[in-house]
């Protein structure tokens, strides 16, 4: 009886890693977690991509809303999940800054959980108010040294992305800006579109309306390429911030002890996914960029990540508990 029940238990568990072996995964529906709400840049572009997943792989992928802590809630609980790719964490840049930005967390995010795709980005648009007379970078960066700590750059709050590019920038191009926090993008695009911050790195799609209407102009997108939302504006980079690059990405991962058979398979459906003309029009609608990649290169981006946003976190001296 014992001898029995050993053998099914063995034939049990053998039985996904066999799926697994001959390509049949997944088996069952497969979560998506984010760590944002309904409607912000994340979930639109999880929402769409998981639809497409579900429709190429014949199984659902529910997505699941659990924000807070920008993004660690979420984080946290798909590092706990059962690590055979049912239970997937869409990450993205803010991950990367709370590796430094929180003293604290119960979870290593390079070590516990495992990259399979980048998916998307969005750039932001470095902006300006029309009072102020910088009509391009190297403008902007000589005006900001003949008056230090009297341009004023909001954000949507501290330790964001927008803010973070602000003090890259600050670092690179050995200027002092003075950082305002608000409680979101739309915010403090309000106040700069009223003239009381000068200078934003503000999220494509929310800026570019106001600067078709003549209330902002645009300089340079954060970008390593030009936005597709915006295509005559140049980097930052090309417009003399030579490696200037910051952009909100968004990639997917899985818990660290996920079978490399189930990462290369979500890997490919998901490179596929974003390769598709439907998802990247949905999505370019959106000012939402599509990227694709290697498992390898996905891991290269969150280690440049990491290091390149510990070091603007030390030089910022933000910290959160």
């Given at each position: 009886?014992?001898?029995?029940?050993?053998?099914?238990?063995?034939?049990?568990?053998?039985?996904?890693?066999?799926?697994?072996?001959?390509?049949?995964?997944?088996?069952?529906?497969?979560?998506?977690?984010?760590?944002?709400?309904?409607?912000?840049?994340?979930?639109?572009?999880?929402?769409?991509?998981?639809?497409?997943?579900?429709?190429?792989?014949?199984?659902?992928?529910?997505?699941?809303?659990?924000?807070?802590?920008?993004?660690?809630?979420?984080?946290?609980?798909?590092?706990?999940?059962?690590?055979?790719?049912?239970?997937?964490?869409?990450?993205?840049?803010?991950?990367?800054?709370?590796?430094?930005?929180?003293?604290?967390?119960?979870?290593?995010?390079?070590?516990?959980?495992?990259?399979?795709?980048?998916?998307?980005?969005?750039?932001?648009?470095?902006?300006?108010?029309?009072?102020?007379?910088?009509?391009?970078?190297?403008?902007?960066?000589?005006?900001?040294?003949?008056?230090?700590?009297?341009?004023?750059?909001?954000?949507?709050?501290?330790?964001?992305?927008?803010?973070?590019?602000?003090?890259?920038?600050?670092?690179?191009?050995?200027?002092?800006?003075?950082?305002?926090?608000?409680?979101?993008?739309?915010?403090?695009?309000?106040?700069?579109?009223?003239?009381?911050?000068?200078?934003?790195?503000?999220?494509?799609?929310?800026?570019?309306?106001?600067?078709?209407?003549?209330?902002?102009?645009?300089?340079?997108?954060?970008?390593?390429?030009?936005?597709?939302?915006?295509?005559?504006?140049?980097?930052?980079?090309?417009?003399?911030?030579?490696?200037?690059?910051?952009?909100?990405?968004?990639a997917l991962f899985a818990p660290e002890a996920t079978p490399r058979e189930v990462i290369e398979r979500l890997n490919a459906a998901s490179v596929q996914a974003v390769n598709d003309s439907e998802v990247k029009r949905k999505l370019a609608a959106q000012g939402i960029d599509t990227l694709g990649g290697t498992v390898a290169q996905t891991a290269a981006l969150v280690r440049s990540e990491l290091a390149k946003w510990a070091k603007v976190v030390r030089e910022s001296g933000a910290t959160l508990d």
């Open positions: 009886m014992k001898r029995s029940m050993l053998v099914l238990a063995a034939c049990l568990f053998a039985a996904p890693l066999a799926a697994i072996a001959q390509g049949s995964y997944p088996l069952k529906p497969v979560r998506v977690i984010l760590g944002f709400p309904p409607g912000a840049a994340a979930d639109i572009v999880t929402r769409v991509v998981a639809a497409k997943l579900g429709e190429d792989l014949k199984q659902s992928f529910v997505v699941e809303n659990r924000p807070g802590a920008s993004s660690n809630i979420a984080a946290e609980f798909v590092v706990r999940s059962a690590p055979d790719g049912y239970t997937l964490l869409m990450g993205t840049i803010a991950n990367t800054i709370n590796a430094s930005l929180y003293k604290k967390l119960p979870f290593d995010f390079a070590r516990d959980l495992a990259p399979i795709a980048t998916i998307a980005s969005v750039p932001n648009l470095l902006v300006v108010h029309p009072s102020l007379p910088a009509r391009s970078v190297k403008e902007l960066i000589a005006i900001a040294k003949a008056h230090p700590g009297e341009i004023l750059f909001g954000s949507s709050g501290n330790g964001t992305s927008p803010h973070l590019s602000g003090v890259l920038f600050n670092s690179m191009a050995q200027v002092k800006m003075v950082h305002v926090p608000y409680k979101g993008s739309p915010q403090a695009v309000t106040d700069l579109v009223a003239g009381r911050v000068q200078v934003m790195f503000a999220p494509a799609s929310t800026a570019l309306p106001f600067v078709k209407d003549g209330k902002l102009r645009a300089l340079a997108a954060s970008s390593a390429r030009r936005a597709a939302i915006a295509p005559d504006v140049p980097t930052v980079s090309e417009a003399g911030l030579t490696g200037f690059e910051t952009s909100i990405w968004f």
